[in-house]
């Protein structure tokens, strides 16, 4: 009876990663799905590597029984942390004849919280190197060669290993922070809102946006991955940290990008919608007035023509710096197109104060922009609508100042 047919017929439906088991049974490299550090199944090239007559003699043994002597530390970290791995381990396999197997291991996670070991054998192209690979290959070397820092902690959170990744992260000697607590390693903040008791761990996994705290007392932040680990009586917590300082800063620029104008850096009209939605609950919570103002350029184009683009982009720069100053801070302004842009005006009282604000931007859009020692003039026709005074809807209220820029762009033609 193979593994996998070991396994369906004990449990009462058949686990999620059978299906996977099936597709590659046929591959002739060594696969195993684990649980945890548990082999669930192997594939028969597998099997055979390892010198098995039968799958299942591997079902419900660690995965770490299959390592040389040599390599048993590693049981004490667990297979959850090459997942972290983006190359391939190198270890060493033991056959039931008890030779030796030079291999390189990846780790992959898949569904139901399992994960997918595969082993190639390399030990034709590192027989001549085996003996310096058994003593490189040591619990300390993966350690040391992972680009993120592992620091393992006590139940009590006072660290006991410190690698080099984690050195270069937080600034920290292993000597100067070995036999402290994590709260070295945390600001001050962060650390006094955690308990003494065991709990930190869940209370630091479960912090939203972690931050750490270097040598120097720099806060950046943190992604961290903790590991828990038995030994008798006692615990011990295996953490895996990353630097994300420059991942969040990329995620804000990107966010920003997705949201704002690239040449004038004012909110585009995804960002805008999105203000003017929840101006709008505002307005009807406090039974206030909101404005929209359709401000589309006059003379535009003919800069553009005449002085090149250069000077088109140095008027809309210009332009939306007056839009912005303006207006209040607690308003919005939008570029919405090429020379076309939005005003949202919240906690109005009247339909007057929309209107002043108009005149306001008229002018100051009026004065003259210097280029390259010309002077560039460019007017604006400004639509604006008034909720709930010129309709009973912001989509209703969008149509209204749309038309009434279109008549005020009419007349100044």
């Known amino acids: 009876m193979t593994s996998t047919a070991l396994i369906t017929t004990e449990l009462d439906s058949p686990p999620s990663w059978l299906d996977l088991a099936r597709s590659l049974d046929h591959l002739h490299t060594l696969l195993a799905i684990c649980a945890g550090n548990e082999v669930v199944w192997i594939n028969r090239a597998g099997a055979a590597i390892l010198g098995l007559s039968d799958q299942a003699e591997l079902v419900g043994r660690s995965f770490f029984d299959l390592l040389h002597k040599d390599y048993a530390d590693l049981s004490e970290l667990g297979l959850e942390v090459f997942l972290e791995e983006d190359g391939p381990v190198s270890i060493k396999l033991i056959r039931k004849d008890q030779h ?50 592992i620091i393992t902690v006590d139940d009590k959170g006072i660290i006991q ?40 761990v869940r209370q630091l996994t479960e912090a939203k946006n972690l931050m750490g705290k270097k040598k120097g007392g720099e806060e950046f932040s943190v992604e961290l991955n903790v590991r828990e680990m038995q030994h008798g009586d006692s615990r011990s917590f295996t953490g895996i940290v990353r630097d994300v300082t420059a991942q969040r800063a990329e995620e804000q620029r990107i966010f920003y990008m997705a949201h704002h104008d690239a040449l004038t850096g004012l909110p585009n009209r995804h960002l805008f919608d999105d203000r003017v939605e929840e101006a ?67 906690e109005l009282e009247s339909a007057a104060e929309a209107e002043e604000v108009a005149e306001k931007i008229q002018a100051s859009l009026l004065e003259p922009i210097g280029f390259e020692g010309h002077e560039l003039w460019v007017g604006a026709s400004i639509g604006v609508g008034v909720y709930p005074d010129n309709a009973p809807s912001i989509k209703a209220l969008m149509e209204f100042a749309d038309q009434a820029m279109y008549q005020a762009k009419h007349k100044t033609r």
């Open 100 to 149: 030796d197997i030079d291999a390189q291991m990846w780790v992959s996670a898949i569904d139901g919280g399992f994960c997918l070991v595969e082993c190639h054998d390399i030990s034709e192209h590192l027989r001549s190197a085996r003996a310096l690979r058994l003593r490189e290959q040591r619990l300390e070397g993966i350690i040391n060669t992972v680009a993120d820092g």
């Open 161 to 200: 290993t410190f690698n080099p990744a984690a050195e270069s992260i937080f600034g920290f000697s292993k000597a100067e922070v070995q036999g402290k607590t994590l709260r070295a390693l945390i600001p001050a903040v962060l650390a006094d809102g955690i308990g003494s008791s065991n709990d930190w």
């Open 280 to 346: 709008y609950k505002r307005c009807l919570r406090h039974n206030e007035k909101l404005a929209l103002l359709f401000v589309d350029l006059d003379k535009f184009k003919p800069i553009n023509d005449t002085y090149g683009h250069a000077a088109g982009d140095l008027v809309l720069r210009v332009l939306a710096h007056r839009l912005g100053k303006t207006v209040r801070a607690t308003d919005t302004v939008s570029r919405v197109g090429g020379d076309e842009f939005m005003v949202l005006l919240e």
